[in-house]
């Protein structure tokens, strides 16, 4: 894993810019994720400590099943419509028929975008939301400051390179659904990561379901074979994760930076309640377009 420490918010979004050499390569090569803490490492919502019931994997699932099918009954209830859902999702009982095949892959294909939707809307799944934009990721990785004020830590942005994955590293997939459903997802330029591996196996520690790590190690596996087999016509020219820091006193500089650019809450949740928000996001910034919107 390469990881870049950037000093100035300036330095941070011309290194994250889609024209830096950096992230040259097929089309959609690199997909990225912000986060608030450069301490985190990329483990899916539902298998972080605190939310997984159990170290097995196998018992979450019962648990993550639960919570989609509760969260489609209210929505349901709401008169609101989820994309991807049938019977068949809603008649599945893991406690009951643990070792149907549909289970053997989790979750199933079939069904990811019910998946998607719950995961884009806070629900948590074993899916990792990304974005195919760079900018965008800082955005997320830097919105925090603005609600608790800590000058502490650092932020990051992580990259993962796509075409890498879908190429050499078969149990990390890259699921893009349908966004014209989803505005929020549309806007974000939203898609999700997980791993397959995760299915069945005993896990002591969090970081045994950090994908970063797991992609490092497989990676590097599979680069160590490849430089013994010197006749191998496999080069690996990029790398496989790349992991971009900034201190978090330079958030708010970065936001700014990118409200220019027209990355702001109101176009990444296009809701009229999101709007009232970014009147006072301005003003946090100190982008005051009236004298009338201070009283706001």
Known sequence: MKTIECKTAREF?????????????????????????ANWGLVPSVLRQEKRPSLHCVASIEYELDILKNFIRIADEAGLKIPGDCYGFRKLDYLNNHLDPIYSK??????????????????????????????????????????NQDSSGAISVWAVNRHYCNRYLGQFKVI????????????????????????????STEK???????????????????????KSI??????????????ISESKSVLKYLYFEGIKPSTMMPDLNIVKQTMGFEKKLGIVTSPLQCYI
């Not at 970063?212 to 599979?222: A, P, R, T």
């Not at 020219?237 to 992991?243: G, H, I, N």
């Open 13 to 37: 979004i011309d290194t994250l810019r889609p024209s830096n050499p950096l992230w040259t390569g097929p089309i959609d090569s690199w997909i990225f994720r912000g986060q608030a803490n």
């Open 106 to 147: 989790w979750p199933p294909v079939e069904y990811i975008e019910i998946f998607a939707c719950v995961q884009h809307h806070g629900i948590p799944t074993r899916l990792l939301d990304f974005t195919k934009n760079s900018l965008i990721a800082s955005f997320f990785a830097s919105i925090d400051y603005m609600e």
């Open 176 to 203: 893009e659904v349908p966004s014209h459903s989803n505005s929020f997802l549309e806007a974000q330029q939203g898609l999700f990561l997980f791993c397959e591996e995760f299915y069945g196996e005993l896990k």
């Open 208 to 230: 045994e379901f950090d994908l970063g790590i797991l992609i490092e190690k497989y990676f590097s596996e599979i680069a160590d074979h490849i430089r013994l087999h010197p």
């Open 234 to 247: 496999t080069t690996f020219t990029q790398e496989a994760l790349v992991k971009i820091v900034l201190p």
